[in-house]
């Protein structure tokens, strides 16, 4: 068989390098797209009411008032408590899929964690109202309260709905995703990481510690800004346990509202332009707070992606 000419290998070569550039372009492109629709949907709330839309709290489409400052503190608190919650669950997980578990094991646990992933969120949703919420209000909020009760957080009526309902579905969403990748991240741990620690003397757990962790820190500190994406983004499940009241309160007990929920519950009844483009503002607002907190995990990333003192990359 002839083998291919050095001339043909170039031009495939300069073929797929094309293609894979136009890949990467399409979707430079189509964030571009998607920014630009939503500036050109906002104008006439951005000429109403101007950067008042993002420092203003009250929202009231009756009296066509519009300000998002509640609808961002409900994105950014919910998503926070989604992670305090989902980290270390994940991570456990993580941890016990990679390093612990017997080998028969792995497999059907991996395969039951990702499962979560493929359920609905409107699913989610509708457990959260009949399940979730009833547990919260009578068992949840009340020993909340009882020992933690003296700082503001845990203070307020026993609603069931609101942002800690919210942050808890979130949790339970997020786990499978920073669960998976992580395990992927500490199976790409080379074994001679583990075994010079276990040369040295060290136990399971201060092999794991002081070798495996620290190896692939970077990856993981990425598979838990891949959890905190869907978070932020995260619309029904949220929208049907959150409360849906546009206000800051220090309490989780309190209801509350997402940018993502008020969308969802507004976007398809609002009754003037005004109303509509404030609502495509919100979605701008979404955007620009997605994009300013990917921009700090890439920066974090890039900090804890430095090879650890004495440790050897291969």
Known sequence: MQKPSHKSRRLGDAVFRGLTLLAALVMVGLIVVIAVQL???SQLAFTRFGLG??????WDPVH????????????????LIALIIAVPLSL?????????????VRAPVSFLVELLAAIPSVVYGLWGIFVLVPWIRTSL????HRFLGWLPFFQGTFYGFGM??????LAIMIIPTISAVSREVLL?????QREAMLALGATRWETIKMAVLPYGRSGLLGAVILGLGRAIGETMAVTMVIGNRPQISPSVFELAQTIASIIANEFSEAFDDLHLSALVMAGLVLFIVTLLLNIIARLLVWRVGRVPEGMIRE
């Open 39 to 41: 500036i050109r949907g």
């Open 53 to 58: 839309f993002v420092t203003g709290s009250r």
């Open 64 to 79: 066509g008032s519009f300000g998002s400052l509640p609808l961002v503190y409900g994105t950014i608190v919910s998503s």
């Open 92 to 104: 456990g997980i993580a941890i016990y899929l990679a390093e612990l578990a017997p080998q028969w």
């Open 141 to 144: 909020e009340p020993l909340l």
């Open 164 to 169: 800690l309902a919210a942050g808890i579905i």
């Open 188 to 192: 790409a741990v080379p074994n001679s």
